[in-house]
């Protein structure tokens, strides 16, 4: 009896360091100055109910030229009022337990620094995860380095 609970107790310590570890990333995680770069969104469902949208601000800095096309998602882009691309919002399903990545092309700033992203993700039962806090927080922004 006492080996069944060790090792319940086990599991569940490795199940919750995955669940705190598991959070919307953005790789490469470093890239270099005025670089054409691919990046690819990594969203991970680890609720119980679908995921049904992530929205992403783009770093300032950084210009966003085109989504990779993404079956059974729409991509809506975000635009500020003077029509620059600020940001994008896909709408789809993605089942617990699941992760979907998503591809963009982007020409990086001409100078050095960390970007900051920030995300939301949607849920089927109406909560949203806003993934824009500090490193080393429970919803930590992605972030990406251009050297």
Same mark, same amino acid.
């Given at each position: ?5 060790? $090792?319940?107790?086990?599991? @569940?310590? !490795?199940?919750?360091? $995955? ?12 890239? !270099?100055? @005025? ?8 969203? =991970?469902?680890?609720?119980?109910? /679908?995921?049904?949208a992530i929205e992403i601000r783009f770093p300032s800095a950084l210009r966003v030229r085109s989504f990779e096309q993404r079956p059974d998602w729409m991509t809506e882009p975000i635009r500020d009022a003077s029509g620059t691309l600020i940001g994008v919002r896909w709408r789809g399903s993605l089942p ?5 990545? &998503?591809?963009?092309? !982007? $020409? ?5 620094? /960390? ?7 949607? &849920?089927? /039962? @109406? ?12 919803? =930590?922004? =992605? ?5």
């Amino acid at each position: 009896m006492i080996r069944v609970i060790r $090792v319940a107790a086990a599991l @569940g310590i !490795a199940t919750l360091s $995955v669940a705190a570890t598991a959070h919307v990333t953005v790789s490469p995680k470093e890239s !270099a100055v @005025g670089a054409h770069v691919k990046y690819v969104v990594r969203v =991970p469902n680890e609720k119980q109910v /679908d995921t049904v949208a992530i929205e992403i601000r783009f770093p300032s800095a950084l210009r966003v030229r085109s989504f990779e096309q993404r079956p059974d998602w729409m991509t809506e882009p975000i635009r500020d009022a003077s029509g620059t691309l600020i940001g994008v919002r896909w709408r789809g399903s993605l089942p617990p337990q699941q992760f979907a990545e &998503f591809g963009l092309l !982007a $020409v990086n700033p001409a100078a050095a620094g /960390d970007l900051a992203w920030s995300a939301i993700q949607s &849920f089927a /039962d @109406g909560t949203k995860v806003e993934w824009s806090g500090a490193a080393g927080s429970k919803t =930590p922004a =992605p972030r990406v380095t251009i050297k």
